[in-house]
């Protein structure tokens, strides 16, 4: 383990737990967070020392949960690109849109981040067995991390699952169990089978570490702009762990001195379809009720309840940020623009990002002069089943 990993935090009531254990929620029924000893973190790391690092998202490793390079069970995720996208800011009149394309990690998509750091803490903690509920690319990168540990998978994903996510959990040797319901049903199972079955329950959020993989999507951001952060940030959200994830790298870096005071202001997509944050952030609710009939085909963002709800929330206040939802058509519509126009073969989530980016700056929320960076969350590829029609 990294010697600077102090213990977890509850991020509801701030109790402390020690990191040393294979541990689920605070008894309170929060998720817990890892701290770290921020300024011994300060004085073993720097900007310029990450200069010489390799490109992996382990370069950050003394703000990760663990830092001995042959304990850490990586496929090379991380350092995604940041790319320019001129024509779309010139069309819309903006001063800079960069898309973070997190579609180049392995498996395809960012769970990448999460599913390598906390397969490597469950193995480093004695886990032999994981259990995940997936609406699609987690099941996907926990196959691919747990096989490359050791690990048996076991995968929980509605049955209606994009078939591109079975097939790739079961080429990589996981246990697949099809669901008929949706993400929160499959937590249900989980939760349920991990103690029957003593399996480790790597539900996000619910498991203190995919969060810190994810949370590297700050840092990078950070890196890659000189250690200046844009002035919006949208990203496409279902459970929201990489937006609690990169709001807490912000802090991280604030406290190291590596960022000054100014945050971007950070935007939650979802679709109409299922929309529980949207409906929450401007009912001014500091939780959210669950959706009823999540309907979308962004699987990633059929999220109908998510237990880091109340966080997403605060940041999106805190940050003077917004919530926008999208319809399905205007995020496929987006694909082939953002295909057309930028070399860029989205995912459904990346098109919502790219809707909202349009829908913010006719809404007058995005000005002339701002610099915005737009997730896409994986990459496109998985989706031919929905592209395939208009052939
Ligand atoms: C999981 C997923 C999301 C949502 O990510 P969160 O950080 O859990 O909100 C968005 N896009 C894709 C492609 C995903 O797989
Ligand atoms: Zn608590």
Redesign the pocket.
């Known amino acids: 383990m990294n010697p600077l990993l102090v213990n977890l935090r509850c991020s509801a009531c701030s109790a402390i737990y020690p990191a040393d254990q294979l541990i689920n929620l605070c008894t309170c029924g929060k998720p817990l967070m890892a701290m770290y000893d921020l300024a011994g973190v300060r004085e073993t790391l720097s900007p310029d020392i990450l200069k010489e690092r390799s490109h992996s998202m382990w370069r950050y490793r003394e703000l990760l949960p663990a830092r001995g390079l042959h304990q850490i069970i990586s496929l090379g995720e991380g350092c995604t690109p940041l790319l320019d996208a001129k024509s779309v800011a010139n069309n819309l009149g903006l001063a800079k849109v960069w898309v973070k394309d997190e579609g180049c990690n392995p498996t395809g998509?960012?769970?990448a981040r999460g599913l390598s750091v906390a397969v490597t803490m469950a193995k480093l903690l004695g886990a032999k067995k994981l259990g995940i509920p997936s609406?699609?690319?987690?099941g996907g990168a926990l196959a691919a991390y747990a096989a490359r540990a050791g690990l048996e998978a076991n995968v929980f994903m509605p049955q209606d699952v994009p078939i591109a996510n079975r097939i790739e959990c079961e080429a990589m040797g996981a246990n697949i169990n099809l669901v008929n319901g949706l993400i929160t049903d499959c937590g249900q199972i989980v939760g349920e089978r991990a103690k029957s079955e003593g399996w480790f329950d790597v539900s996000?959020l619910k498991e203190p570490y995919r969060i810190e993989g994810?949370k590297t999507m700050g840092f990078e951001l950070a890196e890659q702009l000189k250690w200046h952060l844009p002035d919006v940030i949208i990203y496409?959200?279902?459970?929201?762990?990489?937006?609690v994830g990169m709001w807490k790298a912000f802090y991280e870096m604030q406290q190291l001195g590596w960022i000054g005071p100014k945050l971007p202001r950070m935007v939650s997509v979802q679709s109409t379809g299922c929309c529980p944050i949207v409906k929450a952030f401007h009912s001014n609710q500091s939780s959210c009720e669950p959706w009823v009939e999540a309907i979308t085909i962004a699987?990633?963002?059929r999220v109908p309840r998510a237990i880091g709800d109340f966080l997403m929330l605060k940041i999106l206040r805190k940050s003077g940020g917004a919530a926008v939802s999208v319809k399905d058509e205007e995020m496929m519509r987006e694909i082939r623009e953002i295909g057309r126009s930028e070399g860029l073969l989205l995912?459904p989530?990346g098109g919502a990002s790219f809707a909202a980016l349009k829908q913010l700056k006719n809404s007058g929320f995005l000005t002339q002069e701002d610099e915005v960076v737009v997730f896409n969350?994986?990459s496109g590829t998985k989706y031919g089943h929905l592209l395939k029609d208009t052939l």
Not at 135 to 138: D, F, L, T
Not at 236 to 243: C, E, K, N, S
Request: glycine share 30%; net charge positive.
């Open positions: 998509s960012f769970k609406a699609g690319n987690a996000t994810k496409p959200t279902g459970g929201g762990t990489g937006l699987a990633g963002l995912c989530e969350t994986g």
